[in-house]
C-alpha cells in the first residue's frame, strides 16, 4: 500500500490536455494526499480532444480515436471504467480511396504499419503503374541499411519500394497522422520499427510481415486497430476531470501561465493574471513551443530545445447532410489526397460510416482536414474560407452540392508536433536537462509519441517521476534526479 502524503505537498499541472489530466491522475494514484493543482489556459478542459454532443450528432472536431495496440488508450479508459463502452471502427465496409487524378481508388487491402504485406490487392491496385508495382518488389533483393543512422521517412521508402509507393500509398496514410511532410520527418523518430525490421530480417515487406506474425501468434483472433468510447474521446476527458474533482484538485481554467520560477525547495508558477502559485513540483504538460516559453527563466538550453520542435496548423471541418443531399453511396470510411495531388484538403472522413451513432438516422457527417507541414497560408482565411474549401472538396469530389445542415470548423494552430531529423537527439538533450531539475517533470506528445496512447503514457510517467519526487521528501531522503521526462 503506498503512504499517504502527510504534509500536503503541493504539485502544479500546468496544462489540462490529456496528458496533463493523465500526470494529475497519476499523482493522486502514486502519492494519494498530494495537493494538485492544474491550470489551462483554454476554457475548458481536454485540449485537441473536441467532443460536441447535440441533435444526433456527434462531432469530435480533434482525435477521434486511439490506436488499440499502444497500451495506454485502453488501459486509461479501463482504469476509468470505460472499457466497456470502447467502440471499433464499423467493420463493413472496411476500405478506403485514395485520390489519383480526378478518381478516388481503393487503398490495397493489407496495409500494416503503413506498409502493403498483401501481394494480391496489390497486384490489381490501379494505384500505381506496374513500373511502380515492379519496383515495390525490388524491396525483396534491395540489401538493408544496417548502419543506424537516421534517414527521412520518405527518403527510407522511396528507398525500399520507390517513388510511386511513396507519394501514392504510403505519404498519405503517413500524413493522416502527422500532418507532416515525409521527407522532412525522421524514420527514426515516427517509425523506428521498420527499421528495425530492415535491418533484421533484410527487407521492409519481410520484416513487417515478420512482425505481424510474430503479434499475431501469441493475440489470438484480430483485434480492432482503433477504439474509442461510443459517446466519444470526450468521456474520458469527463471521467478524469470527475475523478480529479473528487480527489480534491483544484482546477483552474482560463488562466494561462506565463512563467515557472525556481525558488528554494520547489517552483513558483506565474499566471498571466500576475498571482504567483508555489509548487514543491511542477508538471509542463503544454505544447512544446509552450514549455520553452514557460521554463525560459529555468533553463535557457532546455527552453531552447523545446522551443525548436516545430509544430503543424490544420483544421477540421465537420459538414453533415440529409442522405438525400449526397448523390454518391458511401461504401467506405472516406479517402486520402496525396500530397502530389495539390489540394488543399488533406483527407475526408465518411464519419458517419465509420462509427456508429455519429449522425441521426437518414443523415451523413463528414470530415475534412484541411492543412499540412509547410502550408501554413491556407488557414490565414477565416472560418467561411475554411467551410469554402471544404465544401468545394466534397463537391468536386463527391457531388454534393447542397449547403449542409450543420457547420462546424476547428482550427488547430501550431497544433501537431514534428518529429523531423534530428529529433531523437533534441528529445534525449531535453531529458538529460529535466533529469538535471528533480522538482520538474515535462510531458505531452511532442517528445515520443504523436498519438492518444503517447499523450497518456508522457503523462503518467511525469505523474509517477513527481510522486517518487513527494515520496523521497516524505521519507526524508535526498530529492535526486529521476529519470528523464
Ligand atoms: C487534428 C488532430 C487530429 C488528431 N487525431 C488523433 C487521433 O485520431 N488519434 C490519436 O491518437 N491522436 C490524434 N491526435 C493527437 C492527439 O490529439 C494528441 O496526442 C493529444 O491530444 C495531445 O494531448 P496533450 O495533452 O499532450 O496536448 P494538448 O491537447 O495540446 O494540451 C495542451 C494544453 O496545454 C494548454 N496550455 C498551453 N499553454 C498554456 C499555458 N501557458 N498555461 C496553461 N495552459 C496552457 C493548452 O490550452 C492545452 O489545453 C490528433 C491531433 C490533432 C491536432
Not at 513558483?268 to 503544454?286: F, Q, W, Y
Not at 488543399?344 to 499540412?372: D, N, Y
Not at 474560407?385 to 463527391?398: H, Q
Not at 531535453?430 to 503514457?457: C, F, H, K, M, T
Request: hydrophobic residues 45%; proline residues 7%.
Amino acid at each position: 500500500m503506498i503512504p499517504t502524503i502527510a504534509s500536503s505537498p503541493s504539485v502544479v499541472v500546468l496544462g489540462g490536455g490529456i496528458s496533463g489530466l493523465a500526470a494529475a491522475y497519476r499523482v493522486l494514484q502514486r502519492a494519494p494526499g498530494a495537493r494538485v493543482t492544474i491550470v489551462e489556459g483554454e476554457s475548458r478542459l481536454g485540449g485537441k480532444i473536441a467532443t460536441e454532443r447535440g441533435d444526433g450528432f456527434l462531432i469530435e472536431s480533434g482525435p477521434d480515436s486511439f490506436l488499440a495496440a499502444k497500451p495506454r488508450g485502453v488501459g486509461l479508459c479501463e482504469e476509468l471504467g470505460l472499457g466497456p463502452e470502447l467502440q471499433a471502427i464499423t467493420p463493413r465496409p472496411h476500405r478506403a480511396y485514395v485520390l489519383r487524378g480526378s478518381r478516388l481508388l481503393e487503398l490495397p487491402e493489407g496495409l500494416t504499419g503503413l506498409v502493403p504485406t498483401k501481394l494480391g490487392p496489390l497486384a490489381k491496385t490501379p494505384l500505381l503503374s506496374p513500373r511502380g508495382k515492379a519496383r515495390m518488389a525490388l524491396d525483396y533483393a534491395i540489401p538493408a541499411r544496417t548502419d543506424g543512422e537516421d534517414e527521412p521517412l520518405g527518403g527510407f521508402i522511396r528507398r525500399r519500394l520507390g517513388d510511386e509507393a511513396w507519394e501514392r500509398l504510403v505519404e498519405p496514410l503517413m500524413a493522416g497522422i502527422y500532418a507532416g511532410d515525409g521527407d522532412l520527418l525522421s524514420v527514426m523518430a515516427t517509425f523506428p520499427q521498420l527499421r528495425q525490421g530492415e535491418a533484421a530480417h533484410g527487407g521492409l515487406i519481410r520484416g513487417v510481415l515478420a512482425a505481424k506474425a510474430a503479434s499475431a501468434a501469441g493475440s489470438g483472433p484480430a483485434k480492432p486497430a482503433f477504439l474509442t468510447p461510443r459517446e466519444g474521446l470526450g468521456r474520458l476527458v469527463e471521467r478524469l476531470e470527475a475523478r480529479l474533482r473528487a480527489a480534491g484538485v483544484e482546477i483552474r481554467l482560463g488562466v494561462p501561465a506565463r512563467q515557472v520560477r525556481e525558488r528554494a525547495g520547489g517552483a513558483e508558477v506565474v499566471l498571466r493574471s500576475g498571482e504567483a502559485l508555489a509548487a514543491d513540483a511542477v508538471i509542463v504538460a503544454t505544447q512544446a513551443w509552450a514549455a520553452g516559453e514557460l521554463l525560459a527563466g529555468v533553463s535557457e538550453p532546455l527552453a531552447a530545445d523545446l522551443r525548436a520542435i516545430p509544430y503543424a496548423s490544420s483544421a477540421i471541418v465537420s459538414l453533415a447532410w440529409p442522405q438525400a443531399d449526397v448523390p454518391r453511396v458511401l461504401e467506405a470510411h472516406g479517402y486520402l489526397n496525396p500530397k502530389v495531388e495539390n489540394r488543399a484538403a488533406l483527407a475526408c472522413t465518411w464519419t458517419s460510416q465509420k462509427w456508429a451513432g455519429r449522425a441521426p438516422e437518414g443523415h451523413v457527417l463528414m470530415r475534412i482536414f484541411i492543412g499540412r507541414f509547410g502550408r501554413e497560408e491556407l488557414l490565414a482565411g477565416d472560418d467561411s474560407d475554411l467551410e469554402r474549401i471544404a465544401r468545394d472538396e466534397v463537391r468536386e469530389r463527391l457531388g454534393i452540392t447542397a449547403a449542409p445542415e450543420l457547420a462546424r470548423v476547428q482550427r488547430w494552430p501550431q497544433g501537431m508536433p514534428q518529429f523531423l531529423l534530428g529529433h531523437p537527439e533534441r528529445v534525449a538533450r531535453i531529458e538529460s536537462e529535466a533529469a538535471g531539475i528533480p522538482w520538474l517533470a515535462i510531458a505531452g506528445n511532442a517528445y515520443r509519441g504523436v498519438g492518444l496512447p503517447d499523450a497518456i503514457a508522457s503523462g503518467e510517467a511525469a505523474g509517477e517521476r513527481i510522486a517518487a519526487l513527494l515520496r523521497r521528501r516524505q521519507a526524508g531522503e535526498p530529492a535526486g534526479t529521476g529519470a528523464g521526462l
